[in-house]
């Protein structure tokens, strides 16, 4: 159901709080890079592949996130998959007070 981008650095958040919500409770079948990637492949063709076969993405916005290359590659994917289909693929979830 959702390609969920993270900073490891917020694993807590999403492991205590997102997983139990979203799959637990809503039964929705989540995408998580540790969980859910094929060990072996191309990191960045794992992501291409979980945002692409997911109906939405969720980007879970933080210091952490908006410093990392990793997380700069996967909302740039989401961004991508949401111009070219013009479809509403893309959720930003805001984790904390982000600065302009």
């Given at each position: 159901?959702?390609?969920?981008?993270?900073?490891t650095?917020?694993?807590?958040?999403?492991m205590?709080?997102?997983?139990?919500?979203?799959?637990?409770?809503?039964?929705?079948?989540?995408?998580?890079?540790h969980?859910?990637?094929?060990?072996?492949?191309?990191?960045?063709?794992?992501?291409?592949?979980?945002?692409?076969?997911?109906?939405?993405?969720?980007c879970?916005?933080?210091?952490?996130?908006?410093?990392?290359?990793?997380?700069?590659?996967?909302?740039?994917?989401?961004?991508?998959r949401?111009?070219?289909?013009?479809?509403?693929?893309?959720?930003?979830?805001?984790?904390?007070?982000?600065?302009?």
């Amino acid at each position: 159901d959702a390609f969920i981008s993270y900073n490891t650095e917020d694993e807590p958040w999403v492991m205590e709080e997102l997983v139990p919500k979203l799959e637990g409770e809503q039964g929705w079948k989540l995408c998580l890079h540790h969980r859910d990637f094929v060990p072996g492949r191309p990191i960045i063709d794992n992501i291409i592949d979980g945002i692409y076969s997911s109906r939405k993405t969720i980007c879970l916005i933080t210091r952490n996130y908006l410093k990392s290359n990793w997380c700069s590659s996967e909302v740039q994917v989401a961004s991508y998959r949401l111009f070219d289909e013009q479809k509403d693929v893309l959720i930003l979830v805001f984790l904390e007070d982000i600065p302009t």
